[in-house]
């Protein structure tokens, strides 16, 4: 797949925000090369794994900062975005649990998942409380 880059279409204008946005589009990327990479070793697939969870992690961390944030201007949206974080949260605890049941699911559709939802979400929903 072709690797997401961050350009100003995706600046936020709160540096702290877009070096996390930033941040989180690597952990995309390195979860892309992990998957391209891994020819079904058991080794690769660790790999893989912990990069998954790594993002899972790195995008609560996020989401808390993103939503101090908005507390701290004040912005209206504030709980319809909260909303948009949870949908996420799910989706990904979802993969998690097909994981642990021994599903196969670091694929495509899952890479489209994970780059379509934030390149909505940041030149979207973020651009909210950006304005
Ligand atoms: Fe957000």
């Known amino acids: 797949m072709n690797q997401l880059k961050w350009d100003e279409s995706f ?5 702290e925000l877009d070096e996390q946005h930033k941040k989180w589009i690597d952990i995309i990327n390195q979860l892309d090369d992990a998957i391209d990479e891994g020819e079904g070793s058991l080794e690769s697939l660790y790999a893989v794994q912990k990069t998954f969870l790594g993002m899972e992690e790195y995008s609560h961390f996020h989401f808390a900062t993103e939503e101090k944030h908005m507390q701290s201007i004040g912005f209206e949206g504030l709980e319809s975005h909260k909303k948009e974080h949870a949908f996420f949260k799910k989706r990904l605890h979802k ?10 699911v670091f694929n495509n559709a899952l890479m489209k998942f994970l780059v379509d939802w934030l390149v909505y979400h940041i030149q979207e929903e973020d651009m909210k409380y950006a304005r």
């Open 11 to 15: 600046s936020v204008q709160v540096d």
């Open 95 to 104: 993969y998690k649990k097909d994981l642990e049941n021994g599903q196969q």
